[in-house]
């Protein structure tokens, strides 16, 4: 259990805080690593918003309690486009399940700083592009640095902050404040899983098939008469 008012007196720093993106492509389903790196004064916002109570301590239940508003509040802002490719995806809002492990660091660490850590399984599936969407405007946070941890097996054909980009650029940063609310964007474009067609050509090879079998059966039919 924490108090307010020694939460107040962490250190000296009162600068902005920072938020880190980790997209780990590693494993057969894309992992979103998500932290919050909060400065003094935004350490003592928060755990004035997490005592409810008012009774100036910040107790576990409360912690709890508020760690489960401030996951919901990053899957509203969150939002997940994957598809074939780039020009053509689906978007949805993140959802609570996928997160496996949301976490606060003590409020009363020694060096002012305190990290709140979420890590969300991304349901991508094969798709080839994967497109996050941050929209999480916080006025306590004036940095967000990206990295993009790529597969051995399926290096990024493209990767960075721009879809429409052919670059590969594994990790780059955002400005929080020269973004004037827009949005963050981390982009990444793989190549078809090995042994998978693309879709495209499954279509083609379908409708090549129907076709020798519709003239086979006509010549068939042209025998017999």
């Known amino acids: 259990m924490a108090t307010t008012a020694a939460i107040a007196h962490l250190g000296h720093d009162t600068g902005g805080g920072e938020r880190s993106i980790t997209l780990d492509l590693e494993r057969e389903t894309p992992r979103l690593r998500y932290a919050l790196g909060l400065r003094a004064e935004a350490l003592v916002a928060e755990a004035t918003r997490a005592d409810t109570n008012h009774d100036g301590q910040v107790s576990k239940d409360e912690e709890a309690h508020h760690l489960d508003a401030l996951s919901a509040e990053l899957c509203r802002s969150l939002e997940l486009c994957t598809g074939p490719s780039h020009e053509s995806v ?11 492990r949301a976490s606060m660091s003590d409020w009363t660490t ?9 890590s969300l ?9 994967i497109r996050l969407v941050d929209r999480w405007a916080r006025s306590d946070v004036v940095r967000t640095d990206v990295v993009i941890m790529p ?25 929080d404040a020269l973004l004037a609310g827009a949005p963050r964007t981390v982009a990444v474009e793989l190549p078809p899983r090995a042994g998978k067609l693309p879709v495209q050509l499954l279509i083609v090879a379908g409708a090549l098939l129907t076709a020798l079998v519709v003239a086979a059966t006509v010549r068939r039919r042209r025998r017999r008469n």
């Open 110 to 118: 020694t060096d002012g700083v305190g990290r709140l850590e979420w």
């Open 121 to 129: 399984a991304l349901p991508a599936g094969d798709a080839n592009s």
């Open 151 to 175: 597969s051995a097996t399926r290096p990024p054909r493209a990767a960075g902050p721009d879809p429409g980009s052919r670059a590969v650029t594994l990790s780059f940063a955002f400005d």
């Open 90 to 100: 689906h978007c949805r809002p993140a959802e609570p399940r996928w997160i496996e």
